[in-house]
C-alpha cells in the first residue's frame, strides 16, 4: 500500500501536529475492506463466460440460462439502499461481516449445486449478500477515513480495484471454467471470504449514529420493489427487447413504485431518503454521473465482446484477455484522481475524464472489418480502452468523493447506499441498452459486417452518454472542495 504514504520531497512541508495519518490500524482496515470490495466486483462478472457450462451441467434450459444472472442481479441492485439505510440503524460492520459470512456460504453450496433451483437459491443469496456488503464496506471505508486527503485516496484504490474487479471477473471466469471447472467461479470467493471474517472483527470498529432513527418501512418497500421492478424491466429488454411485455412491465411498474416511494418520503417523519440530502447538488449531481459512468464502461465491455467474437473471430477467452489493458487503465486512473483532486479540484477531474473518455470511446468508431486484419483492430482498441479506462476512472472516483463528501458520519450509510445503487443499477443497464442499440441497428443480419456496423452505432451512443456526463459535471460549483 506504497501508494498511500504522503510524498517526501524536500520542497513538501511536514504534515503539521494533528493531520491524519495512515496508522498501521487503518492500512489494515483498508486491505481488509479493499479485498472485500474487489471480491464483491468480480462476481458481477466472473459467470458470464461460465453460462453455457453450468447450462450444460445442470440442465438449465436455453430460455432459463439468463436467470442465473438477472437473480443476482435483481437482488444485488434491488436491495442495496434499504441495506445501507439498515447498515446506518443497526451498525455498518455487523451487517458487513453478516453479509460477507452469507456470501462466502452462498458461493459454496452454489459450487457444489446439482440442481437449477440450488443454484438460482445461490445466486439469489449472493445477490443478497452484495446489496448488503457493498454499501456497508463504503460506508466503514468513509467512517474510518476523515474527509479529505485521505478519504480521497481510499476511495480512489477502492474505485480502481472494484472497476478492475469486474474485468478481472470475465477474465478469471474463463481461465477457472476452462482449465477447471465452471464450480470454481464459485469456489474462488470461500477462502477469501473466510480470510475477510477472520480479520475484520479485530480491525474493524463498529460505526453507527449515536441517536438511533426509526425505519421507515413503507419506503422501504416502495424503493425496493420499485427497484426490483426496474432491474427486471431492463434485463428483461436486453433479453427480449425493450417493446417486449415483460420489459414493459418491469419498467412502468418500477417507475409507478419509484414514484410512489418519493410521496412517501415527502410524508414520512423518519424518512429512508430524507429530501434534504437529495436537494444537495453534490450527492444528485454525483449519482447521476456515476450511473452514467457504469453505463457506458461496463456496457463497453459487451460491444467490444461482440466486435472481438463475431467480427474478428476472437474465442472467448482471448477476447477477456484482451480486456487486461482496460483493467490496467483503471487501475492507473484510480492511483491518479486522488492526487488531481488534490491538486486542481474535484469538478475539474471530473470533466477532465469524462473528455478522456469521450475521445477515446468515440475513437473505437474507427474499429475495422476483419480484412483490416486484427492486429490493425487492437492497434487501435487496446491503447483505446486503456486511456477511456483511465478517463471513466477518473469520474467514478469523483463521483464517490462529491456523492459522500458534507455529510455527517450517522447518513454515509444513506449517501453509499444511494452510490451503490446508482453503481450497480448502471452495470444492470448498461449491457440491456447498448445490446437495444445493436439489434436495431442490425435488422437480425449477424455477419461481420453487420455486427460492426451495430456494435459502431451503439459506440456513438456509449460516447454521447459519456458526453452528457460532462454537461452534468460543469453543473457542479466551481468551488467544490477537494
Known amino acids: 500500500m506504497s501508494v498511500l504514504r ?9 504534515p503539521p501536529p494533528g493531520a491524519p495519518r495512515l496508522t498501521a490500524r487503518l492500512k489494515l482496515v483498508l486491505a481488509v475492506l479493499l479485498v472485500a470490495q474487489f471480491m464483491l466486483a468480480i462476481d458481477f462478472s466472473i459467470l458470464n463466460v461460465a453460462l453455457p457450462a453450468i447450462g450444460e451441467g445442470l440442465g438449465f434450459s436455453l430460455a432459463n440460462l439468463q436467470w442465473i444472472a438477472t437473480a443476482f442481479a435483481l437482488c444485488a441492485a434491488g436491495f442495496t439502499l434499504f441495506f445501507g439505510r439498515i447498515g446506518d440503524l443497526i451498525g455498518r460492520k455487523r451487517i458487513f461481516v453478516g453479509s460477507i459470512a452469507l456470501l462466502g456460504t452462498a458461493s459454496l453450496v452454489g ?29 466503514l471505508l468513509t467512517t474510518s477515513f476523515p474527509e479529505g ?54 480491525v474493524i470498529k463498529e460505526s453507527r449514529p449515536v441517536v438511533r432513527p426509526r425505519l421507515d418501512l413503507p419506503g422501504a418497500l416502495a424503493v425496493t420493489l420499485g427497484l426490483l421492478g426496474l432491474v427486471y424491466g431492463l434485463t428483461q429488454a436486453g433479453e427480449y427487447g425493450w417493446t417486449g411485455g415483460r420489459a414493459l412491465t418491469g419498467l412502468l411498474g418500477g ?25 444537495r447538488r453534490g450527492v444528485a449531481l454525483g449519482n447521476v454521473l456515476g450511473l452514467l459512468a457504469f453505463v457506458t ?88 480502452t486503456f486511456f477511456g479506462g483511465v478517463g471513466n476512472m477518473l469520474v467514478i472516483v469523483g ?3 462529491t456523492a459522500t463528501s458534507g455529510l455527517p458520519d450517522e447518513e ?52 454521447a452518454l459519456v458526453l452528457l456526463g460532462v454537461l452534468v459535471a460543469a453543473l457542479l460549483p466551481r468551488d467544490r472542495p477537494a
Open 255 to 279: 417507475a409507478a413504485l419509484l414514484a410512489v416511494f418519493a410521496l412517501v418520503e415527502r410524508k414520512a417523519r423518519e424518512p429512508l431518503v430524507p429530501p434534504r440530502v437529495l436537494c
Open 399 to 401: 463521483f464517490m468523493v
Open 297 to 384: 464502461e461496463t456496457s463497453l465491455v459487451y460491444l467490444l465482446t461482440l466486435y472481438l467474437q463475431k467480427t474478428l473471430g476472437f474465442s472467448p477467452l482471448a477476447a477477456g484477455v484482451s480486456f487486461g489493458v482496460l483493467g490496467l487503465g483503471t487501475v492507473a486512473g484510480g492511483l491518479l484522481a486522488p492526487r488531481a483532486i488534490a491538486r486542481t479540484s474535484t469538478r475539474t477531474v471530473l470533466l477532465a475524464g469524462g473528455l478522456v473518455q469521450t475521445v477515446f470511446t468515440a475513437a473505437l468508431l474507427f474499429l475495422g472489418l476483419p480484412r483490416t486484419g486484427a492486429g490493425a483492430a487492437l492497434g487501435l482498441l487496446l491503447p483505446a
Open 111 to 139: 459450487g457444489l449445486a446439482t440442481s437449477p433451483g440450488v443454484l438460482l437459491a445461490a445466486r439469489v443469496a449472493q445477490g443478497l449478500a452484495t446489496a448488503a456488503a457493498t454499501p456497508a464496506g463504503l460506508s
Open 412 to 463: 454515509q450509510g444513506l449517501a453509499t447506499g444511494l452510490a451503490s445503487m446508482s453503481q450497480q443499477i448502471g452495470i444492470t443497464m448498461g449491457t440491456p441498452l447498448m445490446s437495444a442499440v445493436v439489434t436495431a441497428s442490425t435488422t437480425g443480419a449477424a455477419t461481420a459486417a453487420a455486427v460492426r456496423h451495430g456494435v459502431t452505432t451503439a459506440l456513438a451512443v456509449n460516447a
Open 149 to 202: 486527503p485521505l478519504r480521497q485516496k481510499a476511495l480512489g484504490i477502492n474505485g480502481a480495484l472494484m472497476s478492475a474487479g469486474f474485468t478481472t471477473g470475465a477474465i478469471l471466469g474463463g481461465v477457472l471454467t476452462d482449465l477447471l471447472s465452471w464450480r470454481w467461479a464459485f469456489f474462488v470467493n470461500v477462502p477469501v471470504a473466510v480470510a475477510v471474517l477472520v480479520i475484520a472483527p479485530t
Open 6 to 14: 504522503a510524498e517526501t520531497a524536500p520542497a513538501t512541508p511536514a
